[in-house]
């Protein structure tokens, strides 16, 4: 069993700045590539970064250069620093790693950019 939750959403101006968390736990939680999606309203679930186990790291290109996505040394927990935050990254933001085959999804945390 794996469990994935989500901290750190809320409400920001464009151009402000918020730290997403996830903490992972169960067996496999480690040892895989964890990733952040997200899903605006009426939208497609879209891929926003990814940190391997060694740490190479993985972002969409609408988020390269203003999201910076983290791992900490034990592998048990992965931010997402959002920075320049823009109206259109409004969206439920997903944790999520693949184990055993199956995906595993955390419940999502809000995030609202006002202009």
């Known amino acids: 069993q794996v469990q994935l939750v989500e901290s750190g959403g809320g409400l920001v101006q464009a151009g402000g700045t918020l730290r997403l968390s996830c903490a992972a736990s169960?067996?496999?939680?480690?040892?895989?590539?964890m990733s952040w999606f997200r899903q605006a309203p009426g939208k497609q679930r879209e891929f926003v970064a990814s940190?391997?186990?060694?740490?190479?790291?993985s972002y969409a290109d609408s988020v390269k250069g203003r999201f910076v996505i983290s791992r900490d040394n034990a592998k048990s927990m992965v931010d997402l620093q959002m920075n320049s935050l823009k109206p259109g990254d409004t969206a439920v933001y997903y944790c999520?790693?693949?184990?055993?085959?199956?995906?595993?999804w955390g419940q999502g945390t809000q995030v609202t950019v006002s202009l």
């Open positions: 999520s790693l693949v184990v055993g085959g199956e995906r595993y």
């Open positions: 940190c391997s186990t060694s740490g190479i790291r």
């Open positions: 169960g067996s496999g939680s480690s040892t895989n590539v």
